[in-house]
């Protein structure tokens, strides 16, 4: 994998020579609310994370998959910052994100900057961005777009959907393309544009990181891995024994949490005692488990075994997010905090994912787009364990602050 920056933040440190005591205090208030704020948030998220989840391996539980959290939490985040009345009652509920704006706003602001600061990071490559396509035409709230350019960070360009909705759709495909490496493409597939199409907001997120302790390559070795107790396919294991690695047995699941050279996030890889292509869904992730594996990982000696992998998949999360109670967002909307006119609704919610892992590391990149139509037109000394993920297994990609996910999937099947 390479080590590229691929770019740089500037920090600009407002010094203050003179601080009385109480400014002092309540620079100090606003600091500690402002950390509670962002931890509750961030559980809230990872709590949507892994329902959703759930929802979306309910259709095709013995398929392999990967989707990011964070790439839809931000570009819905982008469409609440403008909801008003039931439409963000229902967003709030659906996502759990907090009810006042304010507080939101502000959780959104420190995740912003949490996730700027592993970029500044010269051993990983990771990208980030969120960007609004505007219809020319439309006229929005200056409020509105001081909101998505002041706390995540958006930057809005305008579009012609009306007399060219297919090139839009494919500058959109072209930046996300640039932004990701090429390895998300075509995220607003043909058709889904059109005269009526009134802004569409995008997030982007690429990963470009090497392990701590890499796998040798001349290790890796066909094996077996098992579908069922009845079937198995062979393939690539990666093999390496660790001598200090986090490791977790709790309720019928163990775990490892795989160290990438920047130590503010890391890949867990979670197995479940018996799994198959046949029970995955009966043993899948919720956010309960996720947080008390977490909170259960101690460092050990590890032997491990995992498969190489390459994923991608597609969704169209509109109809989901409807069934959860989203749908006012999609019909009879108010987006009044985007526009005067409030004859705004969601259209589509389409992400597209990427992720492989090998002995050197890790590459995974997702990009998440939201079509808005108007309404007025259409450490131990102990024994050494084993993790052989030789069967049905999860994976997260977590920042190690909150430990929010990035990327959540399962591989089910080589």
């Not at 450490?379 to 602050?401: D, M």
Request: charged share 25%; aromatic share 12%.
């Amino acid at each position: 994998m390479k080590k590229i920056v691929c770019y740089s933040f500037i920090l600009t440190f407002l010094l203050f020579s003179c601080k009385t005591k109480k400014e002092m205090k309540n620079s100090s208030e606003m600091s500690t609310t402002g950390a509670k704020i962002e931890a509750n948030q961030n559980q809230k998220l990872t709590d949507f994370s892994f329902k959703l989840y759930s929802n979306l391996i309910k259709a095709e539980p013995q398929k392999n998959y990967s989707y990011s959290p964070v790439s839809l939490n931000l570009a819905m985040g982008m469409a609440y910052a403008g909801a008003e009345g039931k439409t963000a009652d229902d967003i709030s509920n659906v996502m759990g994100f907090y009810r006042d704006k304010q507080n939101f706003l502000l959780s959104i602001s420190e995740y912003m900057d949490l996730l700027d600061k592993i970029a500044q990071d010269s051993l990983v490559e990771f990208r980030l961005a969120n960007k609004i396509y505007l219809e020319q035409t439309y006229n929005i709230l200056s409020s509105y777009q001081t909101k998505i350019e002041k706390y995540f960070d958006g930057a809005f360009q305008l579009a012609d959907f009306i007399n060219n909705a297919q090139k839009e759709a494919k500058n959109i495909n072209s930046w996300v393309e640039k932004l990701t490496n090429n390895r998300i493409k075509n995220l607003i597939p043909d058709g889904t544009l059109s005269p009526s199409t009134a802004m569409v907001l995008v997030n982007a997120i690429y990963i470009n990181s090497d392990w701590k302790h890499q796998f040798k390559k001349e290790k890796t070795q066909k094996k077996n891995f098992y579908l069922s107790k009845k079937e198995k396919l062979e393939t690539d294991f990666m093999i390496q024994k660790i001598k200090k690695i986090k490791y977790a047995e709790i309720n019928s699941y163990s775990a490892i949490e795989m160290e990438y050279v920047n130590s503010d996030f890391s890949l867990l890889f979670i197995l479940p005692d018996e799994s198959s292509v046949d029970n995955i869904n009966e043993v899948v992730l919720t956010s309960e488990r996720y947080n008390r594996i977490c909170n259960s990982l101690r460092y050990e000696e590890v032997h491990i075994e995992i498969p190489k992998f390459k994923i991608e998949s597609s969704f169209n999360l509109s109809q989901m997010l409807k069934q959860m109670g989203m749908s006012s967002a999609f019909s009879n909307a108010d987006f009044s905090g985007i526009s005067q006119n409030n004859n705004l609704q969601i259209s589509q919610v389409l992400q597209k994912v990427f992720f492989e892992v090998d002995e050197t590391g890790t590459e995974a990149a997702a990009a998440t787009g939201m079509v808005f139509y108007t309404t007025a037109l259409t450490q131990n000394s102990g024994p050494t364990y084993e993790f052989i993920a030789n069967r049905p297994f999860f994976y997260v990609l977590k920042e190690n602050k909150y430990n929010t996910p990035l990327f959540i999937g399962q591989f089910v099947k080589p």
